[in-house]
Structures are given as C-alpha cells and as structure tokens.
C-alpha cells in the first residue's frame, strides 16, 4: 500500500509522475530505446529540456519579462556559490537575511567572494521566526533570502522592496502560492522538495543582471555560459529533467500554482487547526511566520511519543520525525501529498488525544 508521504525531501510526486517517468526508463515517447540511453542531442530530449524550460516561465508568469530557465546540478548548494561568483562584484558586497541552516549554509559560501552581510538573523531563537526589521544596504550586489525554511517549518509571508538584485532561495516552496515572481532577478532550486527527483537545480535569472562582476568565472559555473548553451554546456541531469517536466505538466494540468495554492492552503489549515487545538500538542514556529509546506510540531509531553509513533506508523504514515536541529515532528506537506494523507494524520491526532485523556 503506498504510505502518506510527509518526507522533507526528496519527497512525494504525483502518481502519475512515477508512473509515466517508469514507462520511460522502459521505452521513451515509443522510440524503442529507453530515455537513459539515449543522447542529450536527440530531437527528443532536446524538445523535454526545451518543454521544461518554457513551461517553468509560464507557470510563475515570467514569459517574455527577460528571465531564463536552467536545469542544472550540484543542488541547491552548489547555487550558494554560483550566486555570489555570478553576481559579486570584485571587491563588491552582499546582504543575506540568516532565517536558518540553508541560508546561514549560503553565507558562509558567499563569505569566500567578498564581504557579506548579514542584515538580519534569527539564530538565537533557534530559528522559529522570520526577522521583519532590518534595512538592506542599496550599495550592495544583491540581497539573498530563503523564502521557505524547510528544516524550521517558517516561510516568508512578503518579501523586502529592494532596489537591488533580490536573490531568493525557493527550494522547498517554488510552485506551491501565487508570488509576484518577478519582484525576484534570480530564484533558484533543488528539485527534491516540489519539483522533481534529487539531481537536478531549477534556476531562474533576470538576464539583465549578469555578466557585470569583473571576475572571470569558470565555464562551468557561469550562468552566461548555461544560458548560451541552451542549459546543455554538458550532459544535463537527463532523468531528473524528465521528471520534473511531468511534475510541471501535472501541475499544469491542474489549474498551475493558483490551483495548487488553493489545497496546499486547505491542507495546512486542517494539520495546524489540530495542532493548535488539541491539548498534546504544539507548534514550534511562531504562528504568523508558519509554513505551509513544512509544519513543525511537539509532544508537550514526551512520555506520549513512543504511543505516538507508533500509531501514525501504523495509519501508514511515514517521514514524520522532526529534523534533528528542531527535534518532535515535522510534517511536509509538498503539492503532491493529497489532502487525505492530511486527514489520516490529524485523525491519529485525535485518537491520541482520545486515548490520553
Ligand atoms: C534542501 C534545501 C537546500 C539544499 O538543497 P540541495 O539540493 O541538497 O543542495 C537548500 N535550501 C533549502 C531551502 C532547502 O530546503
């Protein structure tokens, strides 16, 4: 039976994507050849990267406003320091807002290119808040921000008006809210948390806002060279390209983020309307920072946990153990986790609470 999958990442895809990514693996677009033995030069993948890249502008409302799309690898960590080396000036600074393990990850790489500031930080709180207050230097090269905190269960409700570049890391929330996307002049990332498979990094660039360092950047990790290579300077991450195409085309096919915002707003009211009121339990995030993709929660009293885990084990629920920095209990609610999946997990809740008392 498939469990309900609450992994932070990689995480759950729609059915249909494992399904139709199966199929391709055995016989690609019936070509007789399998999409993993194949060239990346083939009329037929060169049309998936091709699909992929447009559809990603389309969906966010970026077609035809200067941006380019990029498929490419070494995760999300690798952009912390293709972000400052792209974008940096020689002798140039940078500021980042520090709202947790990812973004302080992204400071200590930039950290390596020149002065990095840090505006803002919410580490003495163990990071359980987005910090509101703070002003942003308009002499530096870009502002960095992480807009969901995938391990802190905190999400960015607005972001910062800014006359510099605004840099923004969207890796576990990208197509899952309606955003003005183009107040941002780079998003990027992972695939792993709402997109697609591990393998491959969504970049998103305002044109416009490259080439103006006065470093000389290795080909490899020039968003230039990418760019005038089609996202195809090597071999691309050929599978998890293909998948995330079917993840976008799914997405698609269901009304595109405004759809897909409407449930995953469905689904964290149900999950926090429980952790708020019910007595065992409480959230760890401060409420107005809180989010919807990742919920992070506690036992107030322990002594119920061992009966916990192994009730919502048993309902078929799996991935639910908090990050070890945070401890308890985080339930990832990516696009494709249905909204019964949601159901399933308040009602051991409840039962809990029922057995308890
Ligand atoms: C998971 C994650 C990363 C790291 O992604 P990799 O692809 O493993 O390098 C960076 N930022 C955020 C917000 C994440 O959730």
């Known amino acids: 039976m498939k469990k309900h999958n609450y992994s932070a990442g990689p995480c759950i895809l729609p059915q249909e994507v494992f399904e139709k990514s199966a199929q391709a693996i055995l016989n690609f677009n019936d070509s007789g050849l399998s999409?993993?033995?194949?060239?990346?030069?083939?009329?037929?993948?060169?049309?998936?990267?091709?699909?992929?890249?447009?559809?990603?502008?389309?969906?966010?409302?970026?077609?035809?406003?200067?941006?380019?799309?990029?498929?490419?690898?070494?995760?999300?960590?690798?952009?912390?320091?293709m972000?400052?080396?792209?974008?940096?000036?020689?002798?140039?600074?940078?500021?980042?807002?520090?709202?947790?393990?990812?973004?302080?990850?992204?400071?200590?790489?930039?950290?390596?290119?020149?002065?990095?500031?840090?505006?803002?930080?919410?580490?003495?709180?163990?990071?359980?808040?987005?910090?509101?207050?703070?002003?942003?230097?308009?002499?530096?090269?870009?502002f960095h921000c992480t807009s969901n905190n995938t391990i802190f269960g905190t999400q960015m409700q607005s972001f910062p008006k800014t006359t510099i570049p605004l840099v923004c890391d969207m890796s576990s929330d990208i197509f899952s809210r309606v955003l003005d996307f183009s107040q941002f002049d780079l998003i990027?990332?992972?695939?792993?948390?709402?997109?697609?498979?591990?393998?491959?990094?969504?970049?998103?660039?305002?044109?416009?806002?490259?080439?103006?360092?006065?470093?000389?950047?290795?080909?490899?990790?020039?968003?230039?060279?990418?760019i005038a290579k089609e996202s195809m300077y090597n071999t691309p991450p050929v599978f998890p390209v293909y998948a995330s195409l079917l993840t976008l085309q799914w997405l698609k096919n269901l009304g595109g983020i405004a759809a897909i915002e409407k449930i995953n707003n469905q689904k964290a009211a149900l999950l926090y309307n429980e952790i708020d009121s019910n007595p065992l339990f409480e959230g760890t995030a401060a409420k107005e920072d809180r989010s919807k993709m990742n919920a992070t929660f506690v036992l107030k009293d322990e002594s119920h946990q061992e009966q916990f885990d192994k009730m919502w084990k048993e309902a078929g629920i799996s991935g639910l153990t908090g990050h070890r920095s945070v401890g308890g209990y985080r339930a990832s609610m990516y696009n494709a986790l249905p909204l019964e999946s949601v159901q399933v997990l308040v009602d051991v809740m409840q039962e809990l609470k029922n057995r308890v008392q």
């Open 188 to 226: 990027y990332a992972g695939a792993q948390k709402n997109m697609g498979p591990a393998g491959t990094t969504l970049v998103v660039i305002k044109e416009e806002i490259l080439g103006k360092t006065g470093r000389t950047i290795p080909n490899m990790l020039d968003y230039q060279q990418h």
């Open 83 to 142: 972000v400052p080396y792209n974008l940096m000036k020689v002798n140039g600074k940078a500021a980042y807002l520090d709202t947790g393990t990812w973004a302080s990850g992204a400071i200590k790489e930039a950290k390596h290119f020149g002065e990095t500031l840090v505006v803002a930080s919410s580490k003495p709180e163990n990071y359980n808040f987005i910090p509101k207050e703070y002003s942003i230097p308009i002499d530096a090269d870009y």
């Open 35 to 81: 999409l993993l033995e194949i060239s990346h030069r083939s009329k037929d993948f060169v049309a998936v990267m091709e699909e992929a890249r447009a559809l990603v502008l389309e969906l966010l409302g970026l077609e035809g406003k200067g941006y380019q799309a990029l498929f490419l690898s070494g995760g999300a960590s690798l952009e912390f320091l």
